[in-house]
């Protein structure tokens, strides 16, 4: 078989890489190691930037978006048992949209099939090969058939443990990393949000976060040890500890129900540079991964597929390799804007264990100055909504 990109992972950033490039007129192949049931039972990210937005909507996967989407204009910040409210649009102009990741997922597969592109499910042992030269090809195996798909170029949308960035030699790649102490245990039940709003909360039992994916199921989370397992967290003892972590306001009123779905993800900051090979791209969870304190992994995933779909539809149209050549340094530029924010509301937010007194007052000194500065509220609402591009 032959195509011009082969995508590996159908995870937004492959899938919605696939649909910006059949609107350019370019054919692509995905291949996914699990089953699309698999892919649409992770649950993970709620916000989408504006950019995001936008880019589903010329992947002209959006509709459902815009009727089920709830736009945010601000959040809370709670601690010291009062609410903080960032009003994002009042300090920046911009909103953010919460519409689950499952949903994004679903709607850019439908769009997918709506214009009959191939994507391979189940395809074991995907290799990309060659991409150092002109003619580089992706084998995998199916039903214990092994098969070759040769391309122009790789894409590999693989998250955080797929085989592209493995595949890359160890001394033409620079890693960076930061792995936090501690995880969040999350939980989905279809109860109604306790607000309107997200509500970041740090507490000296940990951090918690209520978010939501609509008007009647609700997603929370709270900070847990590294230690912590699922099976030791009833849905009672979950519960408990949100109330504690929460504004006595918020904890009254807090409405609770059988959970549907409970996990527990670890916290890391990583990036691997560069984020191009020759003829292997990689972008998203793939390239990098971020703490979920900022609401940027998606959305990271969304402006790096904006850069590598410019870049390849220019390479296509006009014969340029200047999009291509500038691929690595223009996504890299955004995605440590991210980690840095990412990692700055990881610090504001979390119990260290180890962070001390001296850490403790810096974080009260870091939130006091937030809510009492116009220009300290407008840079984290600013990185919030997300930065152009
Ligand atoms: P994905 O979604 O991991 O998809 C990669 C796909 O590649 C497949 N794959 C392979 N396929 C073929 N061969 C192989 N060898 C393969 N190895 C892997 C996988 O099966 C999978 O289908 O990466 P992608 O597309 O880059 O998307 C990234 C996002 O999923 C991720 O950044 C976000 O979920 C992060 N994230 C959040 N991001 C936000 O923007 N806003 C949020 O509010 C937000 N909240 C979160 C989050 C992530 C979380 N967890 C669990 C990590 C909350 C949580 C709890
Ligand atoms: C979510 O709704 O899952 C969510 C929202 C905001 C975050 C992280 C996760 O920062």
Known sequence: ????????????AGLLLGQLLARAGIETVILERASSEYVLGRVRAGVLEQGAVRLLDEAGAASRLHREGLPHDGFSLAFDGRDHRIDLFGLTGSRVTVYGQTEVTR????????????????????????????????????????????????????????????????DAIREFERVYPFGWLGLLAEVPPVSHELIYANHPRGFALC??????????????????????????R?????????????????????SFEKSIAP???????????????????????????????????????????????????????????????????????AVRFSWSMTTMLHRFPD???????????????????????????????????
């Open 107 to 170: 709607d850019l597969m439908e769009a997918r099939d709506a214009i009959g592109a191939v994507s391979i499910y189940e395809a074991a042992n995907v290799q990309p090969q060659d991409f150092d030269g002109e003619n580089p090809f992706v084998t995998y195996e199916k039903d214990g058939v092994t098969h070759r798909i040769d391309c122009d170029f790789i894409a590999g949308c693989d998250g955080f443990h797929g085989v592209s960035r493995k595949s890359v030699p160890q």
């Open 1 to 12: 078989m032959r195509t011009q990109v082969v995508i590996i992972g159908a995870g937004p």
């Open 267 to 337: 916290l890391r900051s990583f990036v691997a540079e560069p984020m191009r090979f020759g003829r292997l791209f990689l972008a998203g969870d793939a390239a990098h991964i971020v703490p979920p304190t900022g609401a940027k992994g998606l959305n990271l995933a969304a402006s790096d597929v904006h850069y590598l779909s410019d870049a390849l539809r220019e390479f296509y149209t006009e014969k340029s390799m200047a999009g291509i050549d500038a691929y690595s340094a223009r996504a890299l530029a955004r995605v440590w804007k």
């Open 211 to 236: 978010s939501m994916r609509s008007a009647t199921r609700s997603r929370y989370y709270v900070q847990c040890t590294l230690e912590d397992r699922v099976e030791a967290w009833s849905d009672d």
């Open 238 to 258: 979950f519960w408990d500890e949100l109330r504690r972590r929460l504004p006595v306001a918020h904890a009254e009123a807090l409405v609770t129900g059988p």
């Open 355 to 389: 962070g001390g007194a001296f850490g403790q007052r810096i974080q009260e000194a870091e939130l006091d100055y937030l809510i009492h500065s116009r220009a300290a509220a407008t840079a984290l609402a600013e990185n919030y909504v997300g930065l152009p591009y």
